[in-house]
Nanobody
Framework: QVQLEESGGGLVQAGGSLRLSCAAS????????MGWFRQVPGKERECVAA????????YYKDAVKGRFTISRDSAKNTVHLQMNSLKPEDTAVYYC????????????????????WGQGTQVTVSA
């Protein structure tokens, strides 16, 4: 059983930056592929960034390419999402997700593929 604990959300002005962190426990971090999702009321949860279990492959939603960076810190069993040049449309609840993967380089982009979820952290970007 993998537990995920998120931190780092908050309120920021447009153009600002935030860094979200997700600490994983209860499983082998080397076996875990991870992703960051976001959700606004009335819409489906969408993947904004994901990384393979080795950190060798990545996915970014087009809307965040060049602004968001996902990274793994194996020493701390933590995945970060660095968010720069934030826009009001980035406002959402952000969720960290994980799954045990047998594939070295596979990146998972859909919520149904992930088994473990964090509690969510609110990110609000004011205009």
């Amino acid at each position: 059983q993998v537990q995920l604990e998120e931190s780092g959300g908050g309120l920021v002005q447009a153009g600002g930056s935030l860094r979200l962190s997700c600490a994983a426990s209860g499983g082998s971090f080397r076996s875990i592929a991870m992703g960051w999702f976001r959700q606004v009321p009335g819409k489906e949860r969408e993947c904004v960034a994901a990384t393979s279990k080795t950190g060798s492959n990545f996915y970014y939603k087009d809307a965040v390419k060049g602004r968001f960076t996902i990274s793994r810190d194996s020493a701390k069993n933590t995945v970060h999402l660095q968010m720069n040049s934030l826009k009001p449309e980035d406002t959402a609840v952000y969720y960290c997700a994980a799954l045990l993967s047998i594939y070295t380089d596979r990146v998972y982009r859909t919520s149904i593929e992930y088994r473990y979820w964090g509690q969510g952290t609110q990110v609000t970007v004011s205009a």
